[in-house]
Each structure stands twice: as C-alpha cells, then as structure tokens.
C-alpha cells in the first residue's frame, strides 16, 4: 500500500505542478526567451549579411572605376591588340567576370572578338545619355556602367560584371557566428524573468482561495493584502466588490424580475416563464391579458401620481382574485400556482398552468371584472374602472408562446370592440378577420398611392324652393377591376389604421377645388365634407382646412363641415377651439347623424352649430314606426327654437318628402331626388335648374333616379 500511496502523491504533486500558475509562466517565458534569442541571432545574421553585401558593393564599384581608368588609354590610342590585352587582364582579376566596351549606339568594341553587337539595356542607355556611372544588381552579380572621356567628351561606356557572392559567409555560417548571442539572452531573461513573477504574483494564492470561497456562496470572506502596487488595488477593489455584492444581491434580482410600481412579476419574468410553459410536451393551460380600459383618461385627469396609485390598487386586487382562484388549478392539475405580472403601463397578464375548464376561466375572469370594477377614491372623487379581457388556451389554441401571445391579443382585441368591460376567448375566425383587415388596408395604401378614391357629389334639395342647396361629397374607391366599392366596406379599416386622416385630406382637397369650379361658372351650390374623429383630433386640423381653401380660392362660406354627434360632445371645450376660428371665417357647422349618439342638452345650447343632419335610420323607418316619427319631429321642432337649420338624409320615398315637408325640415337629400354622382353629371343638373329646365328633363337626373 505505502508504494502505492508515495505514487499517488508524486502523480497529484506532478499534476499540480503543471497546472500551476509558475510553471505555466517558467513555459512562456522560456518560450518568449527563446524567439527573442532566436530573433536576435536571426537579425544579426542579417545585419551581418547586409554589411557583407555593402562592402562587395563598394569593393566592385571601385574595381569597375579603375578598370575603366585602365582601359581608356589603349582605346584612346586606338589600339586593338593592346586594348584586349589590358581586358584579359582586367577580366582576370577576383571575382571580375566579365568586362565590354560599347560605342554610345550600343555596339560593342571590346573585345573585338564581338565587335559590333549589340548589347544595350537601360543602365546603358542612361550613361549614354547623362554620361554618369549606373549600376544593376541581378543575381547577386554587380553591373556597373561607367562612361569613357575622350578628351572631355563622352565616346563610350565600359560594362563591368562582379560576382558579390564572391568571399560572402553562408547563412548558417552567419547563424553559427551569432549563435553566442542568443544563449546570453536566453541564459539571463527565462531565470530573471521568472524570479520577477514569482515575486509579483505571489498574492495570488490568497485571492484565488478568496474567490474560490465567493464562487461557493460566502460573500463574507475578504483579502488581507498589504501592498500598494496593482495587486494591493486588486485586492482592495475585490473587497470592495463582495460588500456590494452582498448588499445588491436581492435588489438585483428583484429589478431583473419585477416591477417596482405593483411588486408583481415584470414582463421579462412573465415571458421567461411562458417560454417554459407553453410547449406541446408540456400540460395544457391559459393565458389572460388584462387591459384598464380608459386608463389614460384617469391618469391626464389626476396626473401620474394617482395614475400610479390606481395601478397599484389594481395589482392589489388582481393579486388577491388570482390567490382565491389559484389553488383549484394547483389542484386539479398538480402544476405551478398561476403567474401574474405587469406586462406593460396599464396591461396585465396571468399564465395559468394546468386550467382546463373554460367555465373555471370565466369565472376568474367575472371575478377580476368585479375587483376593477370596485369603486377607487381618487382626490376626494369616487372613480370607477373597467377593463377587458382575452383568453387563450394552450396548446389548443396556439403551441408556442409567440402564437399564444398572438392570438390573445385577437381575443381582447375582440373584447374592445364589445365596448370594454367584458372577456373574450381567443376563436380562429379572428386571426382571418385580422388578415382579412390587414389586406385591406395594404389595399387602401396601395390605392391612396394610385391615386384610386374619387368623390361623388349627392345634392341637397331646399323643400320651400324645391331646388338644389348644396351637396354632400361622399368618397368612393374606384378600384381597377372597375367596381365602384362605398365607404361602408372600407371606412371602419381607414379609421383603424389612420388612413381615414389622407382620405379625409384628399376629399375635402378635391371638394374644395370642385366647388370653387362651381362658383367660376356662376352655379351657387355648397360643399358639405364629413369630418372624421381622427382629422378633427388633429392640432393641425384649423390650419389643414384654411390650406385648402386657399389653394381652391374657394369663400369659406361655400364650405360646411359634418362632424358626428359622438365626436362632437367628445370633448366641447376643445371643440369651441378647433371650430371658433373657421366660424369666424364664415365655414358652417353640421352635426352629423345627429339622435344616434349621446348629446347632452346643455352642451347644445352652447355649442355654435348650424345644422342638425337627422340620421336617415329615423328617417326611413318614421313612416312604420310611430317612435321615430316623434324622434324626427322633436329634432325639428328643437332645431327650429335653436335656431338650426335641418338636413333629413336617407329621403327614398314620396311619403318621407311629404312628412318632412308637413314639419317643416329645411333640407332634404336620398335616393328620391338623386343618387351620390360625378362632378360632371352635378354640374349638369346645376346648368338645367340654373336655365329654369326641370330636373326631370336632365340625362343626369334621369340617371341618379
């Protein structure tokens, strides 16, 4: 046993050895000493090679010059032999290979032997030509080009070849020759070196067993160094960083996973767990989205401070109903007890593993509608919430958490559209209405660019006068198949989407333009243009209508704006300020489809209108039904002590023209005078009552009828 044991100890000692931290450092910087001595050689190898090449340079250069001090005299004197002779001479000298003369065309004359070749290049041709020495150096062979006098004139060039490799060491000789330079780097720095860190690094022993303890879960241990150089800081800074480590560490997490406002769980916790939960392997459950419906308005009202006060009484009561509720899901199912988180400013989720029950769902959701529906005492004033609800199920209704996310979305989406306050489970037949609106509205771009919406003109008839009033511009959506759509089918889109804004734009743009055509022709008819909610809640909307009768040069007075009794009794105060200027102009004023919506009396007194539209559902339905009867003649009667002008729209037969001409309404428009037409067929039944015809005998009245 005892071998075995010595054994396993030098075996652990050798593994210890090895991953420690000096000998991995003896490794590097016996590796780093070796390329430093390696590059020390190697560069002075080089260095020597350099100096080598340089001298044999100059050395040939030399030779080259006095060759050519040699051989001037024999050429000068014109003698062949002699000048050979001087050449071999010359030539063989150490490491000289080869010598010619040449003439300044290029010919050569020495030696004689070639007398007439040529052998020209570009160092040639540059002595010829500045009459100066140039050299080549090719092949570790020196060509030197030195020029010829005769009589201080420039008569040939001497070629002149050297051998520099001639007398040079080899490079392993160089290596060799340097090699004692590296063994003194190599033999000083790796000892020096590593004495330097084992000095520098020897606190490091203290903060890994420190760090070790931290990693392990004991923010309390701390590091006893004194130094004041890096590894002091460090160890100072390390303190430092465990007390605040210590102290943060349940704050840190509550800020990664919850929200500071309601103390429920934020939206990153919610959709971590979604992600967990919503799977096919998993067991099935719900998700609910919570939305404060009129949130806002609340929180403009009393300011943020409340508003964040209502938040958290909300949270208080979701809490509560979720913890009534949640054990009959824990039970039945054996999964986690219900989520509920703050997913957004007043937008609430709970995930509900295990819920399979859709009575069980409602009735949480009946439950949650009830807690938010509890009176909340705002300043002294009892306010009262609502909200909406969607429900989805998983994995019948979606089996990720994207597509789950999706398709609540659709269910409270639907649940708006009841008018709040009530809950809606997620149905397929959703999603397609969704894609079915979205491609419309892809449709409605497409068409606003094509420039697809033309306006049609329906006239007002004045009932004492039996003439045309005005008009009622009216959009329609010429598409290109040649279908003619109404604003029924796409409107509620444009208005979702906030293209009923460029619609509106464009409608009054073309209305103010046509009628100002009419005006230039002598024709005295009006223009009324609808007004949406969006347009009117515009701060621009003033200056919007001032531009375009500016650009049509159109009177205000020829123009009147409809607003819709909701969006007019929206908001009166801001109303007065929107309409005031333009009144002052001379634009009229007409409430819209007015007895649909929910006018309050006294606004009305105030508020400074000039035509009531009786809605055309009173109007057609008045001759069979005696409750709209009295709806019509109370408007007109009220109209008429207001001092209102009235307009009864939806007019198709000759028993709703006789009934509203019997109670006296000023104005009256439907299908029994004229269907919505072209400006073209308009301006024709303008020119026939204008020429005293009767609307009968018009192509275009015939047509409208």
């Known amino acids: 046993m005892r071998p075995f044991s010595t054994r396993g100890r030098f075996v652990n000692l050798r593994h210890n050895i090895r991953s420690s931290l000096v000998f991995k450092a003896f490794i590097w910087f016996g590796l780093a000493a070796l390329v430093a001595a390696m590059l020390v050689v190697a560069l002075s190898a080089v260095q020597e090679r350099f100096y080598q090449q340089a001298h044999a ?92 006098y005769d009589d201080g004139r420039l008569s040939a060039v001497m070629s002149h070849s050297y051998d520099l490799t001639k007398d040079q060491t080899g490079a392993w000789g160089l290596v060799l020759k340097n090699i004692w330079r590296g063994l003194i780097l190599l033999g000083v720095a790796v000892p020096a070196g590593l004495l330097v860190f084992i000095r520098l690094t020897s606190p490091l022993a203290e903060l890994n067993r420190a760090a070790a ?37 349940d704050r840190t997490r509550w800020l990664a996973y919850g929200d500071s406002l309601t103390r429920l769980a934020n939206k990153t916790a919610f959709n971590e767990q979604l992600q967990k939960q919503v799977r096919l392997e998993r067991p099935p459950g719900a998700l609910m989205l919570i939305d404060l419906d009129g949130f806002k308005r609340f929180n403009d009202a009393y300011g943020q401070e409340e508003g964040d006060r209502i938040l958290t009484i909300v949270a208080q009561r979701l809490r509560k109903v979720v ?47 009830e807690a938010i529906a509890a009176p909340i005492d705002l300043s002294g004033h009892n306010a009262c919430l609502s909200a909406r609800i969607g429900i989805a199920l998983y994995p019948h209704d979606a089996g ?81 198949s040649g279908k003619l759509v109404g604003p029924g089918a796409f409107i509620e889109a444009a208005e979702e989407s906030g293209l009923i804004r460029e619609i509106g734009d464009f409608v009054l743009d073309e209305s103010c333009q046509a009628a100002a055509r009419w005006e ?20 621009d909307f003033t200056q919007t209508v001032f531009a375009a009768l500016a650009r049509a040069g159109l009177p205000p007075s020829k123009l009147e704006l409809e607003l819709t009794e909701s969006v007019a009794m929206t908001n009166p105060e801001r109303m007065l300020e929107q309409i005031g200027p333009l009144r002052e102009k001379g634009v009229r004023f007409a409430i819209d489809d007015f007895g649909t919506g929910h006018s309050s009396l006294a606004y009305l007194t105030r508020l400074p209108f000039d035509v009531f539209k009786i809605d055309q559902s009173f109007v057609q339905s008045m001759t069979e039904d005696k409750h709209a009867r009295v709806i019509v003649q109370t408007v007109l009667a009220m109209a008429e002590s207001l001092g209102y002008r009235t307009v009864a729209e939806g007019v198709e037969t000759r028993e709703h023209f006789a009934f509203l001409q019997l109670h006296c309404c000023d104005y009256v428009q439907g299908y029994y005078f004229a269907k919505p037409m072209v400006e073209a067929d308009l301006v024709g039944m303008l020119h026939a009552e204008k020429e005293n015809l009767s609307r009968a005998e018009t192509p275009s009245y015939a047509e409208a009828v």
């Open 213 to 249: 303890q931290a990693a392990a879960g004991d923010l309390s241990v701390r590091l006893d160094v004194d130094r004041k150089d890096e590894i002091g800081v460090l160890s100072s800074n390390f303190n430092t960083m465990l007390d605040r480590l210590k102290s943060n560490f």
């Open 520 to 539: 230039s022709a002598g024709y005295n008819c009006g223009v009324a243009v609808n007004v949406s909610s969006l347009q009117f809640a515009s701060n």
């Open 323 to 369: 913890s009534e509720h949640a054990p009959r899901f824990a039970a039945a199912s054996g999964q986690s007890r219900p989520l509920l988180a703050r997913l957004s400013g007043d937008e609430f989720g709970v995930l509900i593993p295990g819920a399979r029950s859709a009575p069980e769902l409602q009735n949480m959701a009946n439950a949650i509608l």
């Open 400 to 480: 990720d958490a994207r597509n789950l996310l999706t398709s609540v979305n659709f269910a409270i989406d639907e649940a708006k559209k009841s008018g709040g306050g009530t809950w809606c489970f997620f149905e397929p037949s959703m999603s397609q209405k969704a894609i079915r609106r979205m491609t419309l509205q892809n449709e409605m771009r497409r068409a606003l660019r094509e420039q697809e919406f033309v306006v049609h003109y329906q006239p007002k008839i004045d009932v004492r006068e039996g003439t045309i009033a005005g008009c009622e511009a009216l959009v329609r959506w010429q598409q290109p």
């Open 57 to 148: 340079q100059t050395q040939g250069l030399a030779l080259a010059n006095a060759s050519a001090a040699a051989l001037t005299p024999t050429l000068l004197r014109q003698d062949a032999r002699l000048a050979d002779q001087a050449r071999l001479r010359l030539v063989g000298q150490r490491a000289v290979l080869d010598i010619h003369v040449l003439d300044l065309s290029g010919k050569v004359i020495l030696p004689t032997t070639t007398r007439n070749t040529n052998r020209t290049s570009a160092e040639f041709k540059q002595t010829a030509s500045s009459g100066r020495t140039s050299i080549r150096i090719q092949g570790g062979v020196l060509y030197s080009f030195i020029p010829l």
